[in-house]
């Protein structure tokens, strides 16, 4: 279904198995502040190492451009890798060269062993052939994890998965299938949300979608800028007021697919961009010229729901509002509610990514109710732009 291979072709008892995983998570002062991550990859380690193999993985952290730093190690989270694992996990000072190639020699069958930060090595992400057949001679077979580093072309994505028999390991496996459910062979009507502060950072993702989802919810500081592309006042509201132009052409196209924008009809606006501001909602059309619109209205969070109850599918990405400081936070928890309560009822498959969009959804109380939220970011990003990503095409072409 998902054209590539998975764990379930893989022979792995003895065999040295490189398992491509994402631990990029978010730390303060050396601990980790949520470990999504880490569970996420759980089930691909422990089924390789039940049957037998042995797993070395390899992961990035951070962004330390090819040198090594202290605050980049790794060595911390396999401490809480091993934690929810509930199994020791070795760590080797280097993913390449004798510390590597020592501490997979010592491996026996069902242990697990870190390495190092793979981008401590500018060969990572200049995809240096050279580098990744390093990598590759440590191990028999390759498995792909880590979804939410697809996007980059890197040696430890990338070019290893060209010179290894190939898999994909569980995360991904789910991950691609519930991104085929999400916008490739979803069900109609399809209703995108898409929310977040900046229409620069989502032109590509924008256009995809109106040519692919039958309705497209707009919101967030983005809203703004189409606000303001068809005339309507927006205060001192964020807006993209140069990028009026790129909006008006989402809209044209929309109006050619037959994809219907839905955009706020009305706002809570504060004079501030403060939690606990003293705010007022008004009609779209009579925005005061002072103010600036930080959530989305109840009439237009009665919209956004009319249009996740129209439809079969939910493909969010962004907040609606400037979630992160109540009492802004409402429309997002409304909308995000409303659409767990349809994925409950079977009415709704639910798909969500993307940093911020997380973050929301964990606020709201929903991230477990929804069919599936991506833990990615930028691919989770690019998946929705309809662009190729570099890891998941290198796992169809070997295996
Ligand atoms: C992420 O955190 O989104 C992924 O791990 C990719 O990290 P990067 O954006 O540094 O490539
Ligand atoms: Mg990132």
Same mark, same amino acid.
Request: one cysteine or more; hydrophobic letters at 45%; glycine letters at 10%.
């Given at each position: 279904?998902?054209?590539?291979?998975?764990?379930?072709?893989?022979?792995?008892?003895?065999?040295?198995?490189?398992?491509?995983?994402?631990?990029?998570?978010?730390?303060?002062?050396?601990?980790?502040?949520?470990?999504?991550?880490?569970?996420?990859?759980?089930?691909?380690?422990?089924?390789?190492?039940?049957?037998?193999?042995?797993?070395?993985?390899?992961?990035?952290?951070?962004?330390?451009?090819?040198?090594?730093?202290?605050?980049?190690?790794?060595?911390?989270?396999?401490?809480?890798?091993?934690?929810?694992?509930?199994?020791?996990?070795?760590?080797?000072?280097?993913?390449?060269?004798?510390?590597?190639?020592?501490?997979?020699?010592?491996?026996?069958?069902?242990?697990?062993?870190?390495?190092?930060?793979?981008?401590?090595?500018?060969?990572?992400?200049?995809?240096?052939?050279?580098?990744?057949?390093?990598?590759?001679?440590?191990?028999?077979?390759?498995?792909?994890?880590?979804?939410?580093?697809?996007?980059?072309?890197? %040696?430890?994505?990338? &070019?290893? $998965?060209?010179? =290894? +028999?190939?898999? #994909?390991?569980?995360?991904? /496996?789910?991950?691609?299938? *519930?991104?085929?459910?999400?916008?490739?062979?979803?069900?109609?009507?399809?209703?995108?949300?898409?929310?977040?502060?900046?229409?620069?950072?989502?032109?590509?993702?924008?256009?995809?979608?109106?040519?692919?989802?039958?309705?497209?919810?707009?919101?967030?500081?983005?809203?703004?800028?189409?606000?303001?592309?068809?005339?309507?006042?927006?205060?001192?509201?964020?807006?993209?007021?140069?990028?009026?132009?790129?909006?008006?052409?989402?809209?044209?196209? %929309?109006?050619?697919? &037959?994809? $219907?924008?839905? =955009? +706020?009809?009305? #706002?809570?606006?504060?004079? /501030?961009?403060?939690?606990? *501001?003293?705010?007022?909602?008004?009609?779209?059309?009579?925005?005061?010229?002072?103010?600036?619109?930080?959530?989305?209205?109840?009439?237009?969070?009665?919209?956004?729901?009319?249009?996740?109850?129209?439809?079969?599918?939910?493909?969010?990405?962004?907040?609606?509002?400037?979630?992160?400081?109540?009492?802004?936070?409402?429309?997002?928890?409304?909308?995000?509610?409303?659409?767990?309560?349809?994925?409950?009822?079977?009415?709704?498959?639910?798909?969500?990514?993307?940093?911020?969009?997380? $973050?929301?959804?964990?606020?709201?109380?929903?991230?477990?109710?929804?069919?599936?939220?991506?833990? *990615?970011?930028?691919?989770?990003?690019?998946?929705?732009?309809?662009?190729?990503?570099?890891?998941?095409?290198?796992?169809?072409?070997?295996?």
């Amino acid at each position: 279904m998902i054209g590539v291979k998975t764990l379930d072709d893989a022979e792995v008892r003895g065999k040295r198995v490189l398992v491509r995983v994402d631990l990029n998570v978010p730390t303060e002062n050396g601990r980790v502040t949520d470990r999504t991550r880490i569970e996420r990859v759980l089930p691909t380690i422990r089924q390789i190492a039940d049957k037998g193999g042995r797993v070395i993985l390899l992961a990035h952290f951070g962004r330390p451009k090819g040198g090594r730093s202290e605050k980049d190690s790794l060595k911390p989270i396999a401490t809480a890798v091993a934690e929810e694992l509930g199994r020791p996990v070795g760590f080797a000072e280097d993913c390449v060269g004798e510390p590597a190639e020592k501490a997979v020699s010592a491996m026996k069958d069902g242990d697990v062993l870190l390495l190092e930060n793979t981008r401590f090595h500018p060969g990572e992400e200049k995809n240096d052939p050279a580098f990744a057949k390093q990598l590759a001679s440590l191990g028999d077979l390759y498995v792909n994890d880590a979804f939410s580093a697809a996007h980059r072309a890197h %040696a430890s994505t990338e &070019g290893i $998965a060209r010179l =290894l +028999p190939s898999y #994909a390991g569980r995360t991904m /496996e789910a991950e691609l299938a *519930a991104l085929s459910k999400g916008l490739e062979k979803p069900q109609h009507p399809v209703v995108a949300v898409v929310g977040g502060a900046k229409v620069s950072t989502k032109i590509d993702l924008l256009e995809n979608l109106v040519a692919k989802v039958d309705a497209l919810v707009i919101g967030g500081g983005m809203a703004n800028t189409f606000l303001h592309a068809i005339d309507i006042g927006v205060g001192k509201s964020l807006a993209e007021k140069e990028l009026a132009p790129t909006a008006q052409r989402i809209l044209d196209r %929309a109006k050619e697919t &037959g994809c $219907a924008i839905i =955009l +706020p009809v009305d #706002a809570v606006v504060a004079s /501030e961009f403060k939690a606990g *501001a003293p705010n007022h909602a008004y009609g779209i059309d009579a925005i005061p010229s002072n103010g600036m619109i930080l959530d989305v209205g109840s009439q237009s969070v009665d919209r956004i729901n009319a249009a996740i109850d129209d439809a079969r599918t939910l493909v969010w990405n962004g907040p609606l509002g400037a979630f992160e400081i109540a009492p802004f936070d409402q429309g997002t928890v409304a909308a995000a509610r409303h659409a767990a309560e349809r994925t409950k009822a079977g009415k709704l498959v639910s798909v969500a990514g993307g940093g911020d969009t997380v $973050a929301a959804l964990n606020h709201a109380g929903v991230a477990d109710k929804f069919s599936y939220v991506s833990t *990615a970011g930028g691919a989770f990003l690019e998946w929705l732009e309809g662009k190729a990503l570099p890891g998941v095409e290198a796992l169809k072409t070997k295996g």
